[in-house]
Every structure is written in C-alpha cells, then in structure tokens.
C-alpha cells in the first residue's frame, strides 16, 4: 500500500515541480527585466544611458527555475520524509552521547585562540601572519565582544536596541579625543571610555524606559543616528567626516612603547626585527582578555540578582513588577553594562586602527552586532561567538578569494560581493534556524539539576 | 511670512513623500506586527524602475508627452515593487511568521543589506542623474512653488484617498482589518490571511514606489543607498503618528517633513535629522505610542 502510493505521489510531485519551476521563472523574468535585464551607466558626455544584458538575466531567471525545480521535486520530500521517519521513531533531536570534542569544546576553542598567534607566525611567516592575526584574529574578536556586550541588553534584558553602535562610537571617540588632546594612555583611557559609555548608556536610557517593543527600538537607532550625525557636524572636535588620525598606540603596560622611533621601542628591548606584527599580536591578546573579561562578567552576573532580574524582565515584566523588582534600575543596569562593554570595544578599536570616522559607526554595524546576537542564539555566548566567526570571518575571506578572478575574469572583484553575500547569510540562517545557531539555553534558575533547555522555551521580552 | 509659507510648502512636499513610506510601514506592522526594515529600499527600487523606464521611454519614443511619461514610469514602478515585496514576503517572512520576533526582523535586516548591494552590483555604485522632468514654476507674490510640488501634493492626495477607500470600504479592507485585528479569528471566518498579507505587501511597495518615482522627480538623481535615510524618516514618521495606525502615518509624515524644511531655514541645515530625531524621542517620552497609537494594554 506504502509503496503503491509512494509511486502515484511521484509523477504528482514532478508535475507540481515542473509548474512551480515555470512560475519561479516568469517571476524572477518580471522581477530582474528592469534591473538586470538593463544595465544604465554614464557615457562620456556624462549623460544616462543603457544597454541590454539578455545573457545575465537568461542566467538569472535560469538559476530561479532550476532553484525552485529542485527545491520541490527533490529537497522539500526529502525534509517531510526525514521529518515523518523522526517522529515514528520517537527519538529527539537532542542526544545525551556527546563527542570528545562537543565536550570539551570551550577548552579546545580558548586554548587555540592562545596560540593562534604563534601558530600563524609559524605557518605564514612574520609578514604573511599579519593578516591572519589582524583581519581575521583581531576583527572577528572586536565583533565577538561587541556581539557580547549587546546580548546582555538584547538576549538577556531583552530590550531590542538597534542604536548599539552609538555606544561603540562613544568609547572610540572618547579615547581618540582624549589621547590626542590631553595626551593620555590607552590603559587609563580604557576604563575611562568604558564607564563614559555607560554613562552615555544611561542617559540614552533615561527617555526610552517607558518605551516597549519596537518603540523602543526605533528611538534607540534614532539615538544612535544622532551620536553620528553629532560626530560628523561638530567639526571643531571631531574634525567632522575627516575623523581623527595619528591617535596614540596602546603600550606595553607603560613599560615598553610600540612606536618606532621610541627609545623603550619594544622589539628592540626583545631584540626582536622591526615589524608590526608584534604590536598586532599583543592587540590580540588585549582584546581576548576583553573578551574573557566581558564573558566572565556576563556569566557571573547572570547568577547574581541583577542577572535574574534582568532575565525575569525578558521573560514577563508585570510579573516582574509585581515581585518588587525595580525596573527602572533593571533596564538601565542593562543599559549602562552593554554599553560599558561597546566602549571597552570602541576605545580598543581606536588604539588599533589609529584613525577613528563617523563612517565606522553607522546603522548598518548596528545591524550586524544585532545580527550576530540573534544569529548565534540571543543569550548563548557560545553561539555568539560562532556566529561572529561565521558571519565576520567569512566575509573577511572573501576578501581573499584571488582564485574567482580566474572563473570569473579579471574584472571580478569579490569585495564587491561581501555585504550581498552578508545579507544572503543572514536570510538563509534566520529561515533554517531562527532560534540561531545554538538551540539550547543554560536555565539560570532550576531545580536539582542543570539541564539545558530549547531555545524557544525562553521569550525574547517586548521591552 | 512669505519665507514662512514657502518653507511650509517645501515641507509638505517632503512629507507627502514621507507619508506614502510611512503607510507601507504601518500597514506591515499592523497588519503582522513586524518592522519591514527592507521598505526603505523597496522605495530606492522603485525609484531606479521609474528611471530605467524614464530612459527606455526617452530612447523609444523621443517627444512623448511628459505626462503620459510620468503615468507609464508610475505604473511600472508599483508593479515591479509590488512584484518584489510579493517575492520577498513569499520568501523572508512568510516561513518565519509563528516564530520568534526577532528572527523575521533579522531577515528584514537581510533583504534590506541585499537589495541594496543588488542594485549596486547591477547598475554601479555612481548616482544617477536624470534631466528634470517637469520644469513649469509658479510665482505667487515672492513665493515660488514648481509645478513638481504641486504634482507631488496632488499624486499624494489622490493616492491617499484611493487607499482610504480600499481599507474601509472594500471587502478587501475589511479582511485586512480583520486580520490586523485578530489573524486567527480571521482565518477561521473564512478570511484567506496569506492572500490578505501578500497584499498589504504589494499595496505597502506600490504605495512606496510612488514615493519613490517622485523622489527621483523631485531630487532628480537616484543612488542605490537612497534607501536607508528616507526610509528610516520614514519609519520614524510611521512611529511618530503611531504605528498601525494610517492616519497617523500620514501626520507623522507630513509632521517630519515640516520639521526637516523648517528647521533648516530656521536653524541648521547640518543638525536637521538631529532635529527630527530628538522630536521623536522627546513626543514618545509623553506619548509612549506616538501622537495616534493606540495605547497597548496587556491583560494577564
């Protein structure tokens, strides 16, 4: 009987396909006519004009049959069978054998961010480690702490905050401006633009605590179009969209200086060559320390009662009144230490680049933190984390696919693709696994023992 | 006075354009509760479709009337952007609605950073300029008011109404507002909620690539990053009046608007977001669901 009905719902599924592919095709022929089909550019009279591209589009409208053929004659059966074959068996999707490596996960990862320096000088030399330790190491661990900081707000608070970046702008201008005015050092300024971003936090916090959901979270990104549009008009500080250049390196504790002409210059006192990738590799370690810093404190706040408030928040804030848990003091504690951590981030990001411009903090590194907190799982540090790797990492990678000039053709540049492909990623994460990448929530409250729980048992809060 | 009115007609025309975003908005979030952060650049699509079909029409039939011009440019333009916000519903919401808040507002995110870099993938990175279209200018003792404005505040209106009477007179509207009330009640009175949705969908983009069309008229250039301000005024504007609500889009929109124009004549031209943005903050601190929101109540 099985059998007989698999074979007649066969020929079905190929005819459904086979329509669906046509209709997949004359939609994306509508959809693409104008803006693919069409290529508009200046002439050397700089005036508009256009030129066909049928080629492109026939290609567009082919990748859209062939994507929808595909999708449900063959993958959409293949899920609902995989689906149906689950639930008969009964067996849940989490197993309690877990791997070596699922276990120990967390040392393994800690110990190779130790050595990844090392192991990149060693592999690609002093010269070649410099990218791997900076584009890679560095960036990807600025955005991890920046992705950690908001999942205090975000994923524990839950308090959507789509302004995040303002905070980040306020630790790198604070320290750029104080270096080079006052002259200052980067291991004063460090707490200093820290605790000014909260402050800044609970300012910002003041106006929006009565505000909930998505009224919260325009004002947010309101605020933080306001810090950037401030930065770029206040041109006597800030030197407006010039930015400000030539900010002080960090030091070796005060003991030893990366700047080449200083008489205590660092690797002549190691007797080591002259090289920036010694002061890269020590921007590393700082900016894992933060990392551990901020996800030590994450950690240890979620067992204190601020952490369970805040959590409580997130999950019924009447309830929440109703216990006697003062909210104003829970969402701008929430406020002030997410934004304590995006200054930390911010002052460490001006002493790395040295140049610090309106343009670095705009909505749209909001919307990646954003991103990256909701893609690895809102209150999972360790999904964070591999978002930040995936999304970050992976779009720093195309920077370096040299190998596409050759299938493509010289006039291909991959850079141009990396946002397109960002926004693809977030899409097709978010359809896949909308709780994120790690399903599974550690309970701060339970009883007898720690057990892990489904992503969707915890709210996302509408505050 | 006479630089006053002027201002005040400047504004208007801006927050006309506002307004017709800002219902897109509105209309998305009333009717599924979610911030379309892609709206913004569904009204940047509709302003590259008006101008791609403004140089087709320009090569193919050289002395066609401007107004009939302007009449193909608009409808082309909201039926592809309704095309468009069909496909991306169909895609990035759709299978997300039931699920978590966040995750189609991430999506949302998604598609905005994707329709962007498409069309500057497509069609390059550089603006686009286009000559003006309507040039007619009128003089009413020292003020000047071009024929643009007047078209724009008329397109406006004329739109506005035909919307009104869509969402309260028609069964259509009816299903609409049904849905918006209660989704599942709707559905079980025989209301087809992913057919009412699409079609908030494509009436939200069409209504956007008007606004978009008469941006390009008005501005005369069309870039592929055109989206994210408009659209975040626009949105302010849609949270100003009070978000679900359609008059309230309206007013919000043409509130933004007045605000921008006249405090660049007044004040700064360099801090007028600065403005609209601080205004925003300051009426929600007093009305915490904007100026015609409804208060939200919940019941334990």
């Not at chain 2, 497509?122 to 040039?135: A, E, F, H, S, Y």
């Amino acid at each position: 009987m099985a059998i007989a009905s698999e074979n007649n719902v066969q020929p079905d599924v190929m005819a459904k396909a086979i329509k669906e592919a046509v209709f997949a095709g004359v939609v994306a022929f509508c959809m693409f006519l104008l803006f693919v089909g069409i290529e508009t550019y200046q002439d050397i009279n700089n005036q508009l004009v256009w030129r066909t591209r049928w080629g492109l589009l026939a290609v567009f409208v082919a990748v859209a049959v062939v994507g929808r053929f595909v999708t449900v004659a063959f993958i959409k059966p293949h899920l609902d069978k995989r689906k149906l074959a689950k639930a008969k068996t009964g067996v849940l999707d989490i197993s309690e054998e877990k791997s070596f490596f699922h276990k120990h996960f967390l040392k393994i990862a800690l110990v190779f961010l130790l050595c990844y320096p090392f192991l990149a000088m060693m592999i690609f030399g002093r010269q070649g480690s410099l990218k791997y330790v900076d584009n890679f190491g560095i960036q990807i661990l600025i955005y991890v702490m920046l992705a950690w900081g908001l999942n205090i707000v975000v994923g524990l608070a839950g308090l959507l905050d789509l302004g995040y970046v303002a905070f980040y702008a306020v630790g790198a201008y604070s320290y750029a401006l104080l270096s080079s005015y006052f002259g200052f050092s980067f291991w004063l300024l460090l707490p200093m633009a820290g605790i000014l971003a909260a402050l800044w936090g609970v300012i910002l916090g003041f106006p929006v605590l009565r505000l909930r959901g998505d009224y919260l979270a325009i004002v947010t990104l309101a605020f933080g179009e306001i810090i950037r549009l401030v930065l770029i008009n206040w041109t006597d500080v800030t030197r407006g969209t010039f930015g400000i250049s030539g900010i002080a390196k960090a030091s070796f504790f005060g003991i030893w200086s990366f700047d080449v002409g200083a008489a205590n210059n660092f690797n002549k006192a190691w007797g080591l060559p002259s090289s920036s990738v010694y002061y890269k590799m020590f921007l590393f370690y700082i900016i894992l320390a933060l990392c551990m810093l901020t996800a030590y404190v994450t950690i240890r706040l979620r067992r204190m009662p601020i952490g369970r408030a805040w959590e409580a928040l997130r999950e019924d804030e009447i309830a929440c009144r109703s216990l006697g848990i003062n909210t104003v003091a829970t969402k701008l504690t929430a406020f002030a230490t997410g934004a304590m951590f995006g200054g930390f981030a911010g002052s460490f990001f001006a002493a790395r680049q040295g140049f610090v411009s309106p343009e670095s903090f705009v909505f749209l590194e909001s919307a990646v933190i954003l991103a990256i907190v909701v893609l690895g799982g809102m209150g999972s540090l360790t999904g964070i984390a591999i978002a930040a790797v995936v999304m970050v990492g992976g779009t720093e990678l195309l920077r370096e696919m040299e190998f596409l000039k050759h299938v493509f053709g010289p006039d291909f540049t991959p850079e141009l693709y990396r946002m397109l492909l960002f926004g693809l990623a977030m899409i097709i994460v978010m359809l896949f696994k909308p709780r994120g990448f790690v399903g599974t929530r550690e309970p701060t409250a339970f009883l007898k023992e720690r057990k892990a729980v489904s992503g969707s048992f915890t709210k996302e809060g509408h505050g | 006075m006479e630089y006053f009115i002027q201002q005040l007609a400047n504004g208007l025309t801006l927050g006309s354009i506002y307004g017709l975003v800002a219902i897109g908005y509105t209309m998305v979030y009333g009717i599924i509760g979610m911030i379309n952060f892609a709206h913004g650049d569904i009204f940047m699509l509709g302003g590259f479709a008006a101008l791609i079909v403004f140089l087709i029409l320009t090569t193919f039939f050289a002395g066609i009337p401007v107004a009939l011009a302007l009449l193909v440019m608009l409808i082309v333009a909201m039926l592809m952007t309704g095309l468009w916000n069909w496909t991306i519903e169909r895609i990035a919401y759709r299978p997300l609605r039931g699920s978590f808040r966040l995750a189609p507002l991430i999506t949302a995110i998604g598609m905005s950073i994707v329709l962007s870099n498409f069309i500057q993938v497509t069609q390059g990175p550089r603006n686009k300029p286009i000559p003006p279209l309507v040039t007619e200018v009128y003089h009413i003792g020292n003020i000047t008011i071009s024929l643009k404005q007047i078209l724009i505040v008329v397109i406006t209106s004329i739109l506005l109404f035909a919307f009104w009477y869509i969402v309260n007179k028609t069964p259509l509207g009816r299903a609409q507002r049904a849905t918006e009330q209660d989704r599942k009640m709707a559905a079980l009175l025989g209301v087809d909620v992913d057919k009412t949705i699409s079609i908030t969908f494509i009436m939200g983009a069409a209504l956007a690539a008007v606004a978009g069309s008469m941006y390009l008229m008005y501005y005369g250039v069309a870039s592929f990053n055109d989206g994210f301000i408009p659209g975040v005024k626009a949105f302010t504007a849609a949270v100003l009046g009070g978000i679900g609500s359609l008059p309230g889009a309206v007013l919000g929109g043409l509130l933004i608007g007045l605000i921008e124009s006249l405090w660049s004549a007044y004040f700064s031209i360099a801090y007028k977001d600065v403005a609209t943005f601080a205004i925003l903050a300051i009426v929600l601190i007093f009305k915490p669901t904007g100026i015609l929101g409804r208060p939200e109540v919940e019941k334990v």
